[in-house]
């Protein structure tokens, strides 16, 4: 079946150095959403690719849907103590809106 | 304050007890979502409603009952089927397909 992939599972950065957490579908997705969790919190949404080669920022964030819409990247410039959290990508399973979630990149960072 | 809330935040299981997880949102959102949390494991489906009176399983259904009589309420009862409960389970919302999910504080489910 569908599945989508996120590597690294865990990631530790000393505060001010880079990130970067990539996703791979098995399928072609339509879109693809981004979603970070504090420790002990829920998600949260934080962006939505949609066209092919698409690239957004957020500040430090930068987002990118890969151009046969199979993989997408997140990259942290400059991380702080802020960033830590577990940063999952979802794609849409079907035509009813269900997300299916990759498994997640946890990102400490040391102070 | 709009938003998605499932209460309550802790609760415990008995051996052979069936327990009810809530989940009301003020969102107007057609779609409502269930999930599961297991460390390492990412958010696996459990359920899911498109409108009211309709809902279809997800991937780990087995041990797990839904209802949805309201559009603003999605509750999920816990079986005394499902022998793996502990866990933290996340209710969500969706105004429409594609749409982003709002998730919901969580439940975090214990075995005594």
């Known amino acids: 079946g569908q599945q989508v992939m996120q590597i690294p599972q865990y990631q530790h950065v000393q505060e001010g150095e880079d990130f970067t957490t990539y996703c791979n579908s098995s399928t072609t997705l339509s879109n693809i959403q981004w979603y970070k969790q504090r420790p002990g919190g829920h998600p949260v949404f934080l962006i939505q690719?949609?066209?092919?080669?698409e690239v957004k920022k957020q500040k430090r964030l930068t987002f990118q849907f890969g151009e046969a819409k199979k993989n997408s990247s997140l990259h942290i410039t400059a991380t702080q103590t802020t960033d830590v959290g577990t940063y999952f990508c979802a794609g849409p399973r079907g035509s009813q809106g269900n997300l299916i979630f990759g498994k997640g990149t946890k990102l400490s960072v040391k102070p | 304050d709009g938003g998605i809330t499932q209460s309550p935040k802790y609760l415990f299981r008995k051996e052979g007890q069936n327990v009810t997880l809530s989940c009301e949102q003020n969102?107007?959102?057609?779609?409502m979502y269930w999930y599961r949390q297991d460390p390492g494991q990412g958010l696996r489906l459990i359920y899911y409603s498109q409108i009211v009176n309709d809902f279809q399983k997800g991937d780990i259904a087995e041990g797990y009952s839904v209802s949805r009589e309201k559009k603003e309420s999605f509750p999920l009862t816990v079986t005394s089927a499902q022998k793996n409960p502990t866990a933290f389970y996340l209710c969500?919302?969706?105004?429409?397909?594609?749409?982003?999910?709002?998730f919901g504080d969580g439940t975090r489910l214990s075995i005594l």
């Open positions: 969500a919302s969706q105004m429409r397909s594609n749409q982003p999910q709002h």
């Open positions: 690719l949609v066209k092919s080669g």
């Open positions: 969102l107007n959102h057609d779609a």
